[in-house]
């Protein structure tokens, strides 16, 4: 849909014939390379510009609520002086180019495209309503097609919204990151998700953290609520943070309240997933989180059980290893055994998040269990409570007792070995001396 121009008083001013033919003069001013045609084209280059100068002026005026906006014609203005001397053909190559630039920008206003403000004020819409979830990144052409404006309009309202906080550019993408509201509420719900797996167990004491790019694909999110939450662990004296090193589980991680489990359902008789299906419910749950509009809390509430289901089944699946990689798989094994057992949160957009959490933790443990999966249905042994089972209180931390019982229920050939092979001779966790 076409709004009006971004500087309408300027619309009566403007011949576009005249201009557009000057347009074509500074595709043929920088031609001929001779002295003489060199002094004679850049002086018609000038004359160009001191004609369409005011009306350049004037559009800056009007794009008073952009600082993009504002510094592009600025910057068009300042290319484009007609007092600056040319002396060379080379200069006047980029004069002719600065020219060109500077009326196409005044003829863009004439089609009645909407302002910078305008564009940035549709994209903050959409990060509220969700259309640009929080944590995403945002595609200039995606919203250009959207929103039925020029792709450099909109380039300009993303970089007013970096400016503002909304957005946060990382390498050679923006990400929202929505308001500060908002940034607090992410950064509290990964501390949350740290806190637990700290007293679970997931990060002994005296280990090193993952990096924040690490941690944040767990965690399904981007570094800077990692970040901030790790600061929040930091005050709570929970971690230590080192420069340019991971950070560091204190003791105090020890004194943790542990956490609550789910009260998961305990039928006769379940479902065993093949690969495929649990490849398919884990790339539904992940997706979900960045899905438009939102999945019904009722149908996120059916992919979380499904999903814990199939961790069940992954933790006495997954067969020892004495490969020198083990300690990745065994924590891999813990992360999805504390996200088993935690409670999926009140809020809705949590839920989703949380959701998304767990198919990321069982598709890192899927490739474990390769080919020891099948597509049948059988009867569940009852897995022996551990400590926090329901039933039993708070679900406690995973300890080698908790890992071993898990092994020998999915009697899993020379499961009786199943601690010497994971917590007995090899490379032990990273710690910090």
């Not at 002086?81 to 003829?107: K, N, Q």
């Not at 399904?220 to 560091?248: I, K």
């Not at 957009?349 to 767990?358: G, M, P, Q, S, V």
Request: aromatic fraction near 6%; hydrophobic fraction near 45%; include cysteine.
């Amino acid at each position: 849909m076409k709004a009006t121009s971004m500087c309408p008083s300027t619309d009566d001013d403007i011949d576009l014939r005249e201009l557009r033919g000057d347009i074509k003069l500074t595709a043929h001013a920088a031609r001929e390379s001779a002295p003489a045609a060199v002094a004679r084209n850049s002086e018609l280059l000038h004359q160009a510009v001191r004609r369409w100068r005011p009306v350049a002026q004037r559009c800056r005026q009007a794009a008073a609520g952009s600082a993009a906006d504002q510094r592009r014609w600025d910057q068009l203005l300042d290319a484009t002086d007609p007092d600056r001397a040319v002396a060379s053909f080379t200069a006047l190559t980029v004069l002719a180019g600065a020219v060109r630039g500077l009326l196409r920008a005044i003829e863009a206003t004439t089609v009645g495209w909407p302002s910078v403000c305008e564009i940035a004020q549709r994209i903050t819409d959409g990060i509220h309503g969700e259309m640009y979830p929080v944590g995403s990144p945002v595609s200039v052409y995606t919203i250009a097609t959207a929103l039925e404006v020029p792709v450099e309009l909109v380039k300009l309202a993303l970089t007013d919204l970096a400016e503002t906080g909304l957005l946060e550019r990382r390498g050679q993408r923006l990400v929202v990151v929505g308001d500060e509201d908002a940034r607090r509420r992410r950064a509290a719900f990964v501390a949350e998700r740290l806190r637990s797996q700290i007293a679970y167990g997931v990060y002994p004491r005296g280990t090193l953290l993952p990096t924040p790019p690490e941690l944040a694909a767990a965690l399904v999110t981007d570094p800077g609520p990692v970040r901030a939450a790790l600061q929040l662990l930091s005050a709570e004296h929970l971690v230590r943070l080192r420069t340019n090193a991971p950070a560091v589980v204190l003791e105090t991680g020890r004194r943790l309240p542990v956490p609550r489990a789910a009260q998961p359902p305990r039928p006769a008789r379940t479902q065993v997933y093949d690969h495929e299906a649990i490849t398919t419910a884990a790339r539904a749950g992940r997706e979900q989180w960045r899905q438009h509009p939102a999945l019904p809390p009722e149908d996120v509430n059916v992919l979380w059980d499904q999903l814990r289901a199939m961790a069940r089944q992954l933790l006495g699946t997954v067969a020892p290893s004495r490969s020198p990689f083990r300690r990745r798989r065994e924590t891999a094994l813990i992360r999805v055994a504390e996200l088993e057992a935690a409670p999926l949160p009140e809020d809705a957009e949590l839920r989703r998040w949380h959701t998304a959490i767990l198919a990321t933790a069982v598709a890192a443990v899927l490739p474990f269990a390769r080919g020891r999966l099948s597509a049948t249905d059988t009867t569940a042994a009852p897995r022996p409570p551990r400590r926090g089972a329901p039933g039993s209180g708070a679900a406690g931390p995973f300890t080698e007792n908790d890992f071993v019982l898990d092994l020998r229920d999915a009697e899993v050939p020379g499961s009786a070995d199943a601690f010497a092979f994971f917590f007995g001779d090899g490379p032990e966790a990273r710690t910090f001396t």
